[in-house]
């Protein structure tokens, strides 16, 4: 690796500085950036909502499926068929697909536990998101949940838990098995220091370093966190199987291909600011709370903050549905990544551009797309690591 990509960071205060100036700092930023306030996926169940524009994440589910399956046998061995198993799916989103896993689980359970000729147990089946997430989507697809495991012999019971998972959510010792599904590339907030990195929404082969480096650092602390907070709620020996959008490990840390969709995203702004719609430093102050890690990044701060032992970290490389398609094809694929990002980004950009350029950006970001339909190079993957509470 080159060596100016070479550095450490460190996510406690050394600054020195007066507790009430740090205060003051968050509070100026907060203000600065409110709109990562209104973070959520797109609800209802509208052409334009992430209900409808979620196939990419079933596809991630059903990459991370034998992980899941093998880690789900592993703690039920260990534990020695425990008779009360709680269950929490963190960063649910609204739709069918937190219904998908929590499927996967009560079924795989039941399997097991009739392979081993155990009484089943009972499963606190556990919806984590933001308070703004669109819950009430979700929770009208319970009936049809229940159809589907009718037959099943384990009883099981769903709740909501609205909240941050950078915070507690649950009693201490509480949780067996954690899932999570692209949520943990979401950030807290958006990172200090990216005041040089003009016009771009998040990193770019053109982005100073001191923009990756406060990206790195803010998912340090955040990823940290989240780790320390679990290791609070969980039972000796749970088990965490975590799917987030990650990066191939390449010597420049700056690198995000050409059809990368933040890249594409702020190509959009940018071509609403040469014709009059959005201004500059309206652009300007506009960053994405999310950071796409490599596999030894999340090792670092597994390993440094030691709550958890890594069983299993697998790398999936991905493309959003039109890598390798033809031409005649392309303006379709183009939208329908325009379609899938929206679902994901559109409550964030509204809260900071208000609605009105909403369609016609994501026109912008549709034809920047299609021509990006071919391409090979894809620097995204989805990283899939199952981790045991020590």
């Excluded at 994440?57 to 991370?64: D, G, H, P, T």
């Excluded at 929490?88 to 989103?93: I, V």
Aim: hydrophobic share 35%; proline share 4%.
């Amino acid at each position: 690796m080159d060596s100016r990509f070479i550095h450490s960071t460190h996510s406690s205060r050394c600054d020195h500085k007066p507790e009430n100036d740090s205060n003051s700092r968050d509070e100026e930023r907060s203000i600065k950036y409110s709109f990562v306030s209104a973070l959520c996926m797109s609800g209802g169940e509208g052409d334009n909502s992430y209900s409808t524009n979620s196939l990419l994440q079933r596809r991630v589910l059903a990459k991370a499926k034998p992980v899941l399956v093998k880690n789900i046998k592993e703690l039920m061995m260990d534990l020695k068929f425990p008779k009360y198993i709680k269950v929490a799916d963190l960063g649910c989103s609204s739709g069918q697909n937190t219904f998908l896993t929590m499927s996967e689980i009560i079924n795989t359970i039941n399997v097991f536990y009739q392979k081993w000729n155990q009484n089943p147990p009972e499963i606190d089946c556990c919806l984590n998101d933001l308070p703004n997430n669109d819950f009430n989507t979700t929770f009208k697809l319970i009936n049809s949940f229940k159809e589907k495991n009718s037959t099943s012999k384990v009883p099981y019971f769903v709740s909501g838990v609205p909240g941050s998972f950078y915070s507690r959510l649950f009693p201490r010792k509480s949780l067996y098995l954690v899932h999570s599904s692209y949520g943990l590339h979401w950030l807290s907030k958006v990172p200090e220091g990216l005041e040089k990195n003009k016009m771009i929404v998040y990193i770019t082969a053109s982005s100073p370093l001191s923009a990756y480096k406060a990206y790195l650092k803010q998912f340090q602390r955040d990823f940290t966190t989240f780790l320390k907070l679990r290791s609070e709620e969980m039972v000796s020996n749970g088990r965490m199987v975590l799917t987030f959008i990650g990066r191939n490990n390449m010597d420049n840390p700056l690198h995000r291909d050409c059809c990368h969709f933040w890249t594409l995203l702020s190509k959009s702004l940018h071509d609403l600011v040469i014709e009059g719609l959005v201004s500059a430093s309206k652009v300007d102050s506009f960053y994405m709370p999310f950071y796409d890690p490599s596999k030894e990044e999340v090792e670092n701060i597994v390993r440094n903050e030691g709550s958890f032992e890594i069983k299993d970290l697998e790398a999936h490389e991905y493309d959003l549905g039109h890598c390798n398609q033809d031409g005649s094809k392309r303006s379709k694929s183009g939208q329908n990544e325009a379609n899938y990002i929206r679902a994901v980004s559109e409550p964030l950009l509204v809260a900071h551009f208000g609605n009105a350029i909403i369609n016609i950006l994501f026109s912008k970001f549709a034809h920047h797309a299609s021509q990006h339909a071919g391409c090979r190079n894809k620097t995204t993957v989805s990283l899939v690591v199952s981790l045991t509470r020590k």
